[in-house]
């Protein structure tokens, strides 16, 4: 069983729509859980961080972490095309979020259309 | 930006050849990093460096060879690669590699294509 499963996709949506992005992972030790979010031809950028369990919002975005259940979903309420981009999942045992501590998912493809 | 800066954004090379990648970043960092991007798997992280010492080599191949010659640059130097080491080579760096709750800031990346 991989560490990190996420859904690559693609995700198609009306512009407007609530989109759920998931991933799930194996190792309970993962503490610190990650969106990135990466536009075409760009690096990916770092999108929302929590730690353990709960939910985080920032504007449209909601975080939202379920350790017992070793699952995470990143929501995006009133998508916009400007949201379409390749949205990773990554996770890490510890505080710092570089090195080999740090695992990532495939990445789902998001499209919204106008 | 991300204050990253990655060249060449594309790269096609021969199983012959020997190529460089660099990476510069302007942020003042002191940890960098190479990430090897493929289509449909997981950022795969390949090298480590902090203040200028690499601290992880994750199984990489020798065919690919870091260079780190001060904090703000880092090389990847590539010679007689394979047709599946084409993908997305991706630089990073943060403040440090060991310090909580830093954010990795990544560069745009070089497309590789190896025939």
């Known amino acids: 069983q991989k560490e990190v499963e996420q859904d690559p996709g693609p995700l198609s949506v009306p512009e407007g729509a609530i989109v759920s992005l998931n991933c799930t992972y194996s190792n309970s030790a993962f503490q610190y859980f990650m969106w990135y979010r990466q536009y075409s031809r760009k690096g990916p950028e770092l999108l929302m961080y929590?730690?353990?369990?709960g939910n985080k919002e920032d504007g449209r975005f909601t975080a939202q972490v379920d350790k017992s259940s070793k699952y995470i979903s990143l929501f995006i309420r009133d998508s916009q095309p400007s949201d379409s981009a390749t949205y990773l999942c990554a996770m890490s045992r510890l505080q710092y979020q570089a090195g080999t501590a740090l695992i990532f998912g495939k990445g789902t493809t998001l499209s919204v259309s106008s | 930006e991300t204050g990253v800066t990655q060249t060449p954004r594309h790269l096609v090379m021969g199983m012959t050849n020997k190529k460089s990648l660099k990476c510069e970043q302007h942020?003042?960092?002191?940890?960098m990093y190479w990430y090897k991007q493929s289509a449909k798997k997981p950022l795969e992280l390949m090298f480590v460096y902090n203040f200028k010492e690499q601290t992880e080599n994750n199984s990489v191949p020798s065919r690919f060879s870091p260079e780190c010659p001060n904090s703000s640059h880092l090389f990847l130097h590539l010679h007689t690669l394979q047709p599946e080491d084409s993908a997305l080579y991706l630089c990073?760096?943060?403040?440090?590699?060991?310090?909580?709750?830093?954010?990795?800031?990544f560069g745009s990346g070089t497309q590789l294509s190896v025939l």
């Open positions: 990073a760096s943060s403040p440090t590699a060991d310090s909580d709750n830093e954010k990795l800031f």
């Open positions: 929590t730690y353990s369990s």
């Open positions: 942020l003042g960092h002191n940890a």
